[in-house]
C-alpha cells in the first residue's frame, strides 16, 4: 500500500481526552475513529490489525475443533425474559421497533445459542459440540471510555461448547485455557490466568485472562513466586491477603487488563430453554454449557498498551498491519530522485512478490514527518532509501523496537527479508 493512496492521515496531537496509549496512538495514527463516546469505526491499518488477530483466534477455534457460525445481533426480546435477562441486564440496550415489538441488541449470545444448538442436539451421541463467533456486541456501558477497551459497540469471540457430563466439560475447559495462553502468546502478549468468582454462576469454574498493565481497570494478586493469580475483587476488602497461602512470599497487586474470560455454565440456560437430550439409558437428561469470551477488540488496545514508547506503537509482526514500513527521503538532485524512484519502485514489487506486506510511504513529505509517522504506525521493520544510502547502493535497516540500524546492500535486501 502507498502512503500517498491511503485515504487516513495520521495526526500531529492526539486528542484531548485521551489518556491511555490504546486512545492516544490508533487514533493518532488513523488506526480508528471515534465515532462516539465507547463507540469506533475500523479503519484500513487499524482493520488489518483486527483481521490478523481474529485470523490467530480463528485458526486455534478451528484446531480445537469448534465450528464457526454468525449469529444474530437482533435478538428477540421473549428468549431474554426465558432466562431472566431482559429486566436483570443493565448494560442490555434494548431497541424498539414501529411495529411495537421490542428487540435485545446482543451483549452476548447464550439466549440464541442454547435454543440454536438444542435444535440439532437429540441424544448423547451428538455431543460434544463447541461453536464461535467474531462478531460484534453492544452494551450500555456507563463507563464507556476514551480507546476501545471498553466500548458500546466492541468486537467478540465468543464459543459456546455442550457437553452430556461434568467431566466432558472440565476436560474441554481445560483445552481451552491452554489454546487462550497460546493464541495470546501468538498475539504478543503476557497473560495471568486468574481464578474469577464466575460472577452470577458461583461455585463454578471461571477463569479470566488478564494482562498486566497500568492501563487496566482491574487490580490482580499476583504470588511471584508460585504465578498464581487472582482477581483482587473476589477478597474481602477487611481481609486482604499479603502473602500467598502456599508459599508464603508476598502477594504483588497490579493493574490488569481482562481480555478473556471462560465459565462453566452448568445446566442455568439449557434449563431455561429445555434443552435436553436422551443418554445411553434412554432416559431425558440435562446438558451442560460452558462459555468462553476474548474481546477482541480489547485485545488490539492490550496489545498497544504493552507495547509502544514515546513516539507510537511497536507492532508485534504477527498482529502488525504491514511488515515493512518502506520510505523513500527525496534529494534535490533531479538525477539523484531519478534513482531513488526507481530503487524504491522496484524494491517494493518485488518485496510485494515475494508475499511481504509493505507500506511505502511514497509521499512529498518531509524526512521528520515520514520517519515520525513510520515510528507512530509502529510496522516491525523499516526500509529507508535515500541519497546517502544510495551512494553505498544500499537501504537502511532498522527494526522499530531496536535503536541500531545498519546497511544492507540492494543486492541483499531480498534475501534478508526473507528472515523478518
Ligand atoms: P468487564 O468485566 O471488563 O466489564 P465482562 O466480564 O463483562 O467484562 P465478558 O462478558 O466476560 O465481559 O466478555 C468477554 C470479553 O469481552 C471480556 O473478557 C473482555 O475482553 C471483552 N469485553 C467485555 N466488555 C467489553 C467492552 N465493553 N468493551 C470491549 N471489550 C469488552
Ligand atoms: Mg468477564
Same mark, same amino acid.
Given at each position: 500500500?502507498?502512503?500517498?493512496?491511503?485515504?487516513?492521515?495520521?495526526?500531529?496531537?492526539?486528542?484531548?481526552?485521551?489518556?491511555?496509549a490504546?486512545?492516544?496512538y490508533?487514533?493518532?495514527? &488513523?488506526?480508528?475513529?471515534?465515532e462516539?463516546?465507547?463507540?469506533?469505526? #475500523?479503519?484500513?491499518?487499524?482493520?488489518?490489525?483486527?483481521?490478523?488477530?481474529?485470523?490467530?483466534?480463528?485458526?486455534?477455534?478451528?484446531?480445537?475443533?469448534?465450528?464457526?457460525?454468525?449469529?444474530?445481533?437482533?435478538?428477540?426480546?421473549?428468549?431474554?425474559?426465558?432466562?431472566?435477562?431482559? $429486566?436483570?441486564?443493565?448494560?442490555?440496550?434494548?431497541?424498539?421497533?414501529?411495529? $411495537?415489538?421490542?428487540?435485545?441488541?446482543?451483549?452476548?449470545?447464550?439466549?440464541?445459542v442454547?435454543?440454536? +444448538?438444542?435444535?440439532?442436539?437429540?441424544? %448423547?451421541?451428538?455431543?460434544? /459440540?463447541?461453536? =464461535?463467533?467474531?462478531?460484534?456486541?453492544?452494551?450500555?456501558?456507563?463507563?464507556?471510555?476514551?480507546?476501545?477497551?471498553?466500548?458500546?459497540?466492541?468486537?467478540?469471540?465468543?464459543? %459456546?461448547?455442550?457437553h452430556?457430563?461434568?467431566?466432558? @466439560?472440565?476436560?474441554? =475447559?481445560?483445552?481451552?485455557?491452554?489454546?487462550?495462553?497460546?493464541?495470546?502468546?501468538r498475539?504478543?502478549?503476557?497473560?495471568?490466568?486468574?481464578?474469577?468468582?464466575?460472577?452470577?454462576?458461583?461455585?463454578?469454574?471461571?477463569?479470566?485472562?488478564?494482562?498486566?498493565?497500568?492501563?487496566?481497570?482491574?487490580?490482580?494478586?499476583?504470588?511471584?513466586?508460585?504465578? +498464581?493469580?487472582? $482477581?483482587?475483587?473476589?477478597?474481602?476488602?477487611?481481609?486482604?491477603?499479603? $502473602?500467598?497461602?502456599?508459599?508464603?512470599?508476598? %502477594?504483588? =497487586?497490579?493493574?490488569?487488563?481482562?481480555?478473556?474470560?471462560?465459565f462453566?455454565?452448568?445446566?442455568?440456560?439449557?434449563?431455561?430453554?429445555?434443552?435436553?437430550?436422551? !443418554?445411553?439409558? &434412554?432416559?431425558?437428561?440435562?446438558?451442560?454449557? &460452558?462459555? %468462553?469470551?476474548?474481546?477482541?477488540?480489547?485485545?488490539?488496545?492490550?496489545?498497544?498498551?504493552?507495547?509502544? !514508547?514515546?513516539?507510537?506503537?511497536? #507492532?508485534?509482526?504477527? /498482529?502488525?498491519?504491514?511488515? +515493512?514500513?518502506?520510505?523513500?527521503?527525496?534529494?534535490?538532485?533531479?538525477?539523484?530522485?531519478?534513482?531513488?524512484?526507481?530503487?524504491?519502485?522496484?524494491?517494493?514489487?518485488?518485496?510485494?512478490?515475494?508475499?511481504?506486506?509493505?507500506?511505502? !510511504?511514497?509521499?512529498?513529505?518531509?524526512p521528520?514527518?515520514?520517519?515520525?509517522?513510520?515510528? @507512530?504506525i509502529?510496522?516491525?521493520?523499516?526500509?529507508?532509501?535515500?541519497?546517502k544510502?544510495?551512494?553505498? !547502493?544500499? +537501504?537502511?535497516?532498522?527494526?522499530?523496537?531496536?535503536?541500531?540500524?545498519?546497511?544492507?546492500?540492494?543486492?541483499?535486501?531480498?534475501?534478508?527479508?526473507?528472515?523478518?
Amino acid at each position: 500500500m502507498r502512503l500517498s493512496r491511503l485515504f487516513t492521515k495520521t495526526s500531529k496531537s492526539a486528542p484531548a481526552d485521551a489518556e491511555t496509549a490504546n486512545a492516544k496512538y490508533l487514533i493518532q495514527g &488513523g488506526f480508528v475513529h471515534q465515532e462516539m463516546a465507547g463507540v469506533y469505526s #475500523w479503519l484500513p491499518l487499524g482493520l488489518r490489525v483486527l483481521h490478523k488477530v481474529e485470523n490467530i483466534i480463528r485458526e486455534e477455534m478451528d484446531k480445537l475443533g469448534a465450528q464457526e457460525i454468525r449469529m444474530s445481533a437482533l435478538q428477540p426480546k421473549e428468549s431474554w425474559e426465558i432466562t431472566g435477562r431482559w $429486566n436483570s441486564m443493565d448494560v442490555l440496550f434494548k431497541v424498539p421497533s414501529q411495529t $411495537n415489538k421490542e428487540y435485545a441488541l446482543g451483549p452476548t449470545h447464550e439466549e440464541i445459542v442454547t435454543p440454536l +444448538v438444542g435444535l440439532f442436539i437429540h441424544s %448423547y451421541k451428538d455431543l460434544p /459440540v463447541a461453536v =464461535y463467533q467474531i462478531q460484534s456486541k453492544f452494551r450500555d456501558e456507563l463507563r464507556a471510555k476514551s480507546g476501545v477497551m471498553r466500548g458500546r459497540e466492541f468486537g467478540m469471540k465468543d464459543l %459456546y461448547s455442550f457437553h452430556a457430563t461434568q467431566g466432558d @466439560l472440565e476436560n474441554f =475447559y481445560g483445552k481451552v485455557m491452554d489454546v487462550y495462553i497460546k493464541l495470546f502468546h501468538r498475539c504478543g502478549i503476557d497473560t495471568k490466568v486468574v481464578e474469577a468468582s464466575g460472577g452470577p454462576f458461583t461455585k463454578k469454574l471461571s477463569h479470566e485472562f488478564q494482562v498486566v498493565s497500568d492501563a487496566g481497570e482491574d487490580v490482580i494478586v499476583i504470588c511471584p513466586k508460585c504465578e +498464581v493469580a487472582q $482477581n483482587s475483587e473476589m477478597f474481602d476488602p477487611g481481609a486482604v491477603k499479603k $502473602n500467598c497461602p502456599t508459599c508464603g512470599s508476598a %502477594y504483588e =497487586y497490579k493493574k490488569g487488563i481482562e481480555i478473556g474470560n471462560i465459565f462453566d455454565l452448568g445446566s442455568k440456560f439449557a434449563d431455561a430453554f429445555k434443552v435436553q437430550l436422551m !443418554d445411553e439409558a &434412554g432416559e431425558r437428561q440435562t446438558i451442560l454449557m &460452558g462459555c %468462553y469470551g476474548i474481546g477482541t477488540t480489547r485485545l488490539v488496545g492490550s496489545i498497544v498498551e504493552v507495547s509502544h !514508547d514515546e513516539r507510537g506503537i511497536i #507492532w508485534p509482526k504477527s /498482529v502488525a498491519p504491514y511488515a +515493512v514500513h518502506l520510505v523513500t527521503l527525496k534529494s534535490k538532485d533531479a538525477e539523484i530522485q531519478d534513482r531513488i524512484d526507481e530503487e524504491s519502485e522496484d524494491l517494493y514489487d518485488t518485496l510485494i512478490k515475494e508475499g511481504v506486506e509493505v507500506l511505502w !510511504d511514497d509521499r512529498d513529505a518531509s524526512p521528520g514527518e515520514k520517519l515520525a509517522d513510520a515510528d @507512530l504506525i509502529g510496522c516491525p521493520l523499516r526500509i529507508l532509501i535515500s541519497e546517502k544510502t544510495l551512494k553505498e !547502493d544500499s +537501504v537502511e535497516w532498522k527494526f522499530r523496537g531496536e535503536k541500531e540500524m545498519r546497511l544492507v546492500n540492494l543486492r541483499d535486501v531480498i534475501e534478508e527479508s526473507r528472515s523478518i
